[in-house]
């Protein structure tokens, strides 16, 4: 159990597109998912934390009009990443928690890889 | 600023060794001390997790020992082998975060050699 999908794994686009992607709770479900960037051989960096039914808290420095969160149900968050640039090119990963009170486990995607050219 | 600081960057463990990762914080209300590993390519995976009222856990070959007055938890790999080769993040609750996001420690590459 505990399953949290991505899709895509992987996106190459143009400069100025938008991407979407999407992050699934598999077989439970999640009022909060999170979305992190994480640069080569670097650490994970929140960016904003996906509330269902409400809008999204974004980090410091993260541009909300760029990076779109919608929390359509209680299992799925999308990140949708606007008028694209080659600086956006990374791996982006949610999260889940498996359950609300203080110490829930946190579960992880398998990450999308975004290049823009 | 930096809540969870972890150390070694890299780390390089023969077969049958034991690797050993340490992260140190500074918020006293973490309640919460998840350790997470990741292969290249991969999202994160939870291996395991430790409350401040306990001071070790122990999950098979890994162990996380915790020591509250000196805010450290390390993560023990006993008997590391070539598929523990990965990179390990510990993590902890992000301040201020009513809804519980984590905030990860820099990570640790440890390569075990056959």
């Known amino acids: 159990g505990a399953v949290v999908s991505q899709h895509p794994s992987r996106v190459i686009c143009k400069s100025g597109t938008s991407v979407k992607i999407e992050c699934r709770s598999l077989d439970f479900q999640a009022t909060t998912m999170f979305w992190y960037r994480q640069f080569p051989k670097k650490s994970l960096m929140l960016m904003a934390t996906?509330?269902?039914?409400?809008?999204?808290?974004?980090e410091q420095g993260v541009e909300k009009d760029k990076f779109l969160i919608n929390h359509a149900s209680l299992t799925l968050s999308t990140l949708t990443v606007t008028s694209a640039h080659p600086e956006d090119s990374s791996f982006y990963i949610c999260?889940?928690?498996?359950?609300?009170?203080?110490?829930?486990?946190?579960?992880f995607g398998p990450g999308t890889r975004l290049t823009v050219l | 600023q930096q809540q969870v600081k972890q150390s070694p960057q890299s780390l390089i463990v023969q077969k049958g060794g034991i690797s050993i990762i340490n992260c140190a914080y500074e918020?006293?209300?973490?309640?919460?001390f998840p350790w997470y590993q990741q292969f290249p390519g991969k999202g994160p995976a939870l291996l395991i997790a430790i409350r401040p009222d306990v001071s070790e856990k122990k999950e098979g070959r890994f162990t996380i020992s915790f020591n509250k007055s000196a805010k450290q938890f390390s993560l023990h790999i006993m008997d590391s082998q070539p598929g523990d080769s990965a990179t390990y993040f510990c993590?902890?609750?992000?301040?201020?975060?009513?809804?519980?996001?984590?905030?990860f420690g820099s990570g640790t590459r440890l390569q075990v050699q056959p």
């Open positions: 999260s889940a928690r498996l359950r609300e009170g203080l110490q829930s486990e946190q579960f």
């Open positions: 996906s509330n269902e039914g409400s809008k999204a808290t974004y």
């Open positions: 918020n006293t209300a973490f309640d919460y």
């Open positions: 993590a902890a609750p992000t301040r201020g975060t009513g809804r519980r996001a984590l905030t």
